[in-house]
């Protein structure tokens, strides 16, 4: 089946996670042979929009996506006028059931930032004023905070989280990476099984379990869990790291 839309994660996907990455050469044959195929692009990272792109300008990728899809959960598009704007009214009311959530939520983040007070060096993130993630100063700090918002949200089913090595983002239980591909492949007529999804960790597994895409892989640094998932979804597990193991997937279903 042909590839008609392309989600890849931006860091330790597309780029690898030192400062000064760049995408591999390989990366820019395949895309540019993906455009030329008719395909769509997406980034589908948990960078905020002026983030992503300004880590997509530092890549030095041959063209922009098409659609950049930020904070696991907002869906953006280039204008005309080369400017990006929301697509759809998707991240409207994701905003408002978000908002609801938190509001209910209230003592479970209270207990996250009393335990952001810890001395374990867990760092509170805020975006338009309001409580957003938070970050550990290691993995091992970053699993021990797993278990215990687990344990204090307890009463809360629909708060969640989405997570990689120390970064964390809290959000409803249905709003992540793989609900909003799949909002994307519905505004833009696609089915699941021409979708292929890519990425390396924790917070790219609803968009690999094969719930929002039928093509589905992971490039050579992918944490272990990733690699399951892609492999119980029937999909791909690259040698290469990084971008070239994005372009190794793009090759293998495409083949």
Same mark, same amino acid.
């Given at each position: 089946?042909?590839?008609?839309?392309?989600?890849?994660?931006?860091?330790?996907?597309?780029?690898?996670?030192?400062?000064?990455?760049?995408?591999?050469?390989?990366?820019?044959?395949?895309?540019?042979?993906?455009?030329?195929?008719?395909?769509?692009?997406?980034?589908?990272?948990?960078?905020?929009?002026?983030?992503?792109?300004?880590?997509?300008?530092?890549?030095?990728?041959?063209?922009?996506?098409?659609?950049?899809?930020?904070?696991?959960?907002?869906?953006?598009?280039?204008?005309g006028e080369?400017?990006?704007?929301?697509?759809?009214?998707?991240?409207?009311?994701?905003?408002?059931?978000?908002?609801?959530?938190?509001?209910?939520?209230?003592?479970?983040?209270?207990?996250?930032?009393?335990?952001?007070?810890?001395?374990?060096?867990?760092?509170?993130?805020?975006?338009?004023?309001?409580?957003?993630?938070?970050?550990?100063?290691?993995t091992d700090?970053?699993?021990?905070?797993?278990?215990?918002?687990?344990?204090?949200?307890?009463?809360?089913?629909?708060?969640?989280?989405?997570?990689?090595?120390?970064?964390?983002?809290?959000?409803?239980?249905?709003?992540?990476?793989?609900?909003?591909? %799949?909002?994307?492949?519905?505004?833009?007529?696609? +089915?699941? =099984? #021409?979708?292929? &999804?890519?990425?390396?960790? *924790?917070?790219?597994?609803?968009?690999?379990?094969?719930?929002?895409?039928?093509?589905?892989?992971?490039?050579?640094?992918?944490?272990?869990?990733?690699k399951e998932?892609?492999? %119980?979804?029937?999909?791909?597990?690259?040698?290469? +790291?990084? =971008? #070239?193991?994005? &372009?190794?997937?793009?090759? *293998?279903?495409?083949?």
């Amino acid at each position: 089946m042909a590839i008609r839309l392309l989600s890849t994660d931006f860091d330790g996907t597309l780029i690898g996670h030192e400062p000064d990455s760049r995408t591999a050469a390989s990366l820019a044959g395949a895309l540019t042979g993906l455009r030329e195929r008719g395909a769509v692009w997406a980034v589908n990272t948990g960078r905020q929009l002026w983030f992503a792109l300004e880590g997509l300008e530092h890549a030095h990728l041959p063209h922009d996506p098409e659609f950049v899809l930020t904070c696991e959960k907002d869906i953006f598009h280039r204008t005309g006028e080369g400017a990006w704007e929301a697509f759809g009214d998707w991240n409207a009311r994701m905003e408002e059931r978000t908002t609801e959530l938190f509001a209910r939520a209230r003592h479970v983040l209270a207990a996250i930032e009393e335990m952001s007070s810890s001395g374990e060096g867990i760092e509170m993130l805020y975006e338009n004023g309001r409580i957003a993630g938070l970050m550990t100063p290691d993995t091992d700090t970053m699993e021990r905070t797993v278990q215990l918002i687990l344990t204090a949200a307890a009463d809360v089913p629909e708060f969640s989280f989405n997570r990689n090595h120390v970064w964390m983002r809290f959000a409803h239980r249905e709003i992540h990476k793989g609900s909003a591909l %799949a909002e994307l492949s519905r505004l833009l007529g696609i +089915p699941r =099984g #021409e979708v292929l &999804a890519i990425g390396d960790h *924790h917070n790219d597994i609803p968009m690999l379990d094969g719930s929002a895409a039928g093509m589905v892989a992971c490039p050579a640094n992918a944490v272990g869990e990733v690699k399951e998932i892609v492999r %119980a979804a029937g999909g791909y597990v690259s040698r290469h +790291p990084w =971008g #070239e193991g994005v &372009a190794d997937a793009i090759r *293998h279903f495409s083949a």
